[in-house]
T-cell receptor, first 115, second 112 residues
Framework: AQKITQTQPGMFVQEKEAVTLDCTYD???????LFWYKQPSSGEMIFLIY??????QNATEGRYSLNFQKARKSANLVISASQLGDSAMYFC????????????FGTGTRLTVIP | NAGVTQTPKFRVLKTGQSMTLLCAQD?????MYWYRQDPGMGLRLIHY???????AKGEVPDGYNVSRLKKQNFLLGLESAAPSQTSVYFC???????????FGPGTRLTVL
């Protein structure tokens, strides 16, 4: 079974609008962490946001927030006030187990921001 | 701080040739990783290291070897390259107790 599933190969959003990128995960370990990375066309991997399984509140970093629904095993990324520079691939990833740092990645969602 | 650097940035090999990819980090991180990224897929872990002199297999280790002789360097070797190893290779590092992985810029490898 896939550990991370991203079901949206591509998404479009109007500039200045909000967009939600979906991510579901599969683990039986009570200790895990969820990440979102951005990969622009230049190719580098840019860390956006992190949510630990024991964190009580949803993580936020500027215009990025993570909608963490533990019972549904979902960790959706919300980008508010989209900008043209947000056009990129977005990857959801998970580390599994306490002290583990290995990451399992989803297949990504390509976001295109329309002017 | 340069962060995580990778050498080379691009390489073209013929089937059967060998090469070594170098990853270097200047953040004194204990953990280092090698991933590969294929079209339409996310990154997959090849090998990783939890400290100098240690290495372990990841999800897709076949056809690769690694070494961590110095804390700041993590080498990925292809002994006999195959077209299936055409990919973009990313190195990453993180500190003990940390959660965020810092990625290098990637190496685009083509095997003909």
């Amino acid at each position: 079974a896939q550990k991370i599933t991203q079901t949206q190969p591509g998404m479009f959003v109007q500039e200045k609008e909000a967009v939600t990128l979906d991510c579901t995960y599969d683990t039986s370990d009570p200790s895990y962490g969820l990440f979102w990375y951005k990969q622009p066309s230049s190719g580098e991997m840019i860390f956006l946001i992190y949510q630990g399984s024991y964190d009580q509140q949803n993580a936020t970093e500027g215009r990025y927030s993570l909608n963490f629904q533990k019972a549904r095993k979902s960790a959706n990324l919300v980008i508010s006030a989209s900008q043209l520079g947000d056009s990129a691939m977005y990857f959801c990833a998970m580390r599994e187990g306490p002290g583990a740092n290995n990451l399992f990645f989803g297949t990504g969602t390509r976001l295109t921001v329309i002017p | 701080n340069a962060g995580v650097t990778q050498t080379p940035k691009f390489r073209v090999l013929k089937t059967g040739q060998s090469m070594t990819l170098l990853c270097a980090q200047d953040m004194n991180h204990e953990y280092m990783y090698w991933y590969r990224q294929d079209p339409g897929m996310g990154l997959r872990l090849i090998h990783y290291s939890v400290g100098e002199g240690t290495t372990a297999k990841g999800e897709v280790p076949d056809g690769y070897n690694v070494s961590r002789l110095k804390k700041q360097n993590f080498l990925l070797g292809l002994e006999s390259a195959a077209p299936s190893q055409t990919s973009v290779y990313f190195c990453a590092s993180t500190r003990t107790g940390g959660f965020r992985q810092f990625f290098g810029p990637g190496t685009r490898l083509t095997v003909l």
